[in-house]
């Protein structure tokens, strides 16, 4: 069984950054791929980043492709998802997810566990 805790979001201006953890229990997060996913109000979830369990291959959605990085820290059982030159339209709930699979993927039902999300909101 793997828990996932998402923490930093929160509210800024348009332009600016946020970190976003996601801390992992289990034993086996070094083998997981991770992913992020979001979902915005009144709209479907949709796929954000993914990072395979090296921290080797990532991919992102075109949407934050140059202004988001997910990167992982096995060491601490942590995934990190940086979000650069925010947009109001980033403005959502972001959520953590696990894939017992090591290899990367955009596609919500191949993650196994999720976290409870946090909130991000982008003024303009």
């Known amino acids: 069984q793997v828990q996932l805790v998402e923490s930093g979001g929160g509210l800024v201006q348009a332009g600016g950054s946020l970190r976003l953890s996601c801390a992992a229990s289990?034993?086996?997060?070094?083998?997981?791929?991770m992913g992020w996913f979001r979902r915005a109000p009144g709209k479907e979830r949709e796929f954000v980043a993914t990072?395979?369990?090296?921290?080797?291959?990532?991919y992102y959605a075109d949407s934050v492709k140059g202004r988001f990085t997910i990167s992982r820290d096995n060491t601490k059982n942590t995934v990190y998802l940086q979000l650069n030159s925010l947009k109001p339209e980033d403005t959502a709930v972001y959520y953590c997810?696990?894939?017992?699979?090591?290899?990367?993927?955009?596609?919500?039902?191949?993650?196994?566990?999720w976290g409870q999300g946090t909130q991000v909101t982008v003024s303009s």
């Open positions: 997810a696990a894939k017992i699979v090591g290899t990367t993927s955009y596609a919500a039902d191949a993650y196994n566990y």
């Open positions: 289990g034993r086996f997060f070094s083998s997981n791929a």
């Open positions: 990072i395979n369990w090296s921290g080797r291959d990532t």
